[in-house]
């Protein structure tokens, strides 16, 4: 149970804080009712969670962004129907990163687990794969080029909740 909230707790910030309306009376009542799982994607296979070298792409065609990258030990990952995923829209550093609001179905996603691991068994962990990932521009959580101030703000969150949690038993 604390596995399924964790992730979706993660997950809502973001969108709560810069998702369109259409977003937030549509996939984040689902995720909060929790009739649907959602899940952040940040962590990067080549540098963990080191989020001003991310690596994921997103470029720009049209009315779309293509994503193109992989991210990995996604907590909720192999069930979420939503995702939440960090990926750079612009050159090196801060300034780069953007966020999008992915749907699991979306074209050029697919998804693995991580398989057995040690500690917590409750959470169904992935790796997540994005192969020309067809995102409407629509979908970017707030504006182009400022999502790494939004992912610093939610860490520093569940950074909060964790703790927290630690004290729980």
């Not at 959602?38 to 991310?54: F, H, K, R």
């Not at 691991?117 to 409407?136: E, I, P, Q, Y």
């Amino acid at each position: 149970m604390t596995a399924s909230l964790a992730a979706r707790n993660i997950m809502t910030g973001p969108v709560q804080e810069l998702a369109s309306e259409e977003i937030k009376q549509g996939a984040l009542a689902e995720i909060v009712s929790g009739e649907k799982g959602g899940a952040l994607a940040i962590t990067e296979p080549s540098g963990g969670s080191d989020v001003a070298n991310m690596q994921t792409r997103a470029e720009r065609e049209g009315d779309d962004y293509l994503l193109n990258g992989a991210k990995t030990f996604i907590t909720g990952g192999m069930h979420a129907s939503y995702f939440v995923v960090g990926a750079r829209t612009g050159g090196s550093g801060l300034e780069g990163i953007s966020l999008f609001f992915v749907d699991a179905d979306a074209p050029g996603f697919s998804r693995e687990s991580v398989g057995p691991k040690m500690g917590w068994w409750a959470s169904d962990t992935a790796t997540l794969h994005f192969d020309n990932c067809r995102v409407s521009a629509d979908r970017m959580l707030g504006q182009e080029g400022q999502g790494f101030l939004a992912i610093m703000n939610n860490f520093n969150w569940e950074r909060l909740g964790m703790s927290a949690q630690v004290f729980e038993d």
